[in-house]
């Protein structure tokens, strides 16, 4: 549920114009709803500012129609992440309201318009390779379903760096930046040596046998010499996308 939701509800119940019976009914399952095999929290984009999401890696497709349609029954974004595409075609036989991002391996419902209000400005997404391109569109479209403004500068690894630096116009707009990288990760210490933005970096698991499927990028980002950069884990689009989406939401207050 979202703030606006329940403040608009309180506000009716107050005025009259709304039945406690059925202000109670509408609230069925607030904060929290058990459905046996999951108990969902309801409350936590009020309390978070980021609704539950469900991981979709590890549960079959009954654990996630039956997850998703209590969640459908809100007024928040739905996000299903690490979907294969063979679940994904089931799951929007039973659900055709879902929608599937194919790169991303998410599934996608009610998602909240694009604010202004809410943020300063979008967050920039750099990602080095084609390769590296899955991991960057479940951080593009975890913050779209967010109502975040996304912009996006592909295949602008270090190795051909005069791509990245002709675009700089888009780096120093971003409020946010995104860089999603496999190899030895070199590329969120040499964006964050141009911009004053805060800059997440994203380790993938691209890369030759040395890489050690993204342990080589996430120890190179994690020793990057320029300031002002995070680094989460291998391969987390997600966890990047939902940090972002925070610091510029409490940023713009």
């Given at each position: ?18 039945p ?7 609230l069925?399952?607030?904060?929290e709803?058990?459905l ?5 929290d ?6 978070t500012?980021i609704?539950?999401?469900i991981?979709?890696a ?16 809100q007024?928040?974004?739905l ?8 679940k994904?075609?089931?799951l ?8 599937y991002?194919?790169?991303a391996?998410i599934?996608s419902?009610n ?9 300063h400005?979008e967050?920039?997404i ?5 390769t ?6 479940e951080?593009?479209?975890?913050l ?6 996304v912009?996006?500068?592909?295949d ?11 675009r ?8 946010v ?7 030895e990760?070199?590329?969120p ?18 890369g ?8 080589a ?18 391969d ?14 409490r940023?713009?207050?």
């Open positions: 549920m979202q703030k606006e939701t329940l403040t608009t509800l309180l506000n009716q119940v107050q005025q009259g114009t709304l406690v019976s059925e202000a109670l009914q509408r069925r399952g607030f904060p709803e058990n046996g095999l999951a108990c969902i309801h409350q936590r984009r009020l309390r500012g609704p539950e999401v991981y979709g590890g549960k079959t497709v009954d654990q996630i129609a039956t997850i998703a349609r209590a969640m459908l029954q007024d928040y974004p996000l299903a992440t690490r979907v294969d595409a063979e994904a075609r089931h929007l036989a039973e659900l055709p309201s879902l929608t991002h194919p790169e391996r599934l419902a998602p909240a318009p694009i604010a202004p209000h809410r943020y400005g967050t920039l750099v990602c080095a390779g084609t590296d391109i899955p991991v960057a569109e951080a593009g479209v975890t779209a379903t967010l109502g975040h403004p912009a996006r500068l592909y602008a690894g270090v190795a051909g760096l005069h791509r990245l630096l002709s700089q116009e888009l780096l120093h707009r971003a409020q930046i995104i860089v999603v990288a496999g190899m990760g070199a590329l210490s040499v964006v964050a040596g141009l911009v004053s933005a805060p800059v997440i970096a994203v380790p993938t698991s691209i030759y046998g040395a890489s050690f499927g993204g342990i990028a996430l120890l190179g980002m994690l020793n990057s010499c320029a300031p002002g950069v995070a680094v989460v884990n291998i987390n689009g997600f966890g990047a996308a939902c940090m972002a989406e925070a610091i510029n939401r940023s713009a207050r």
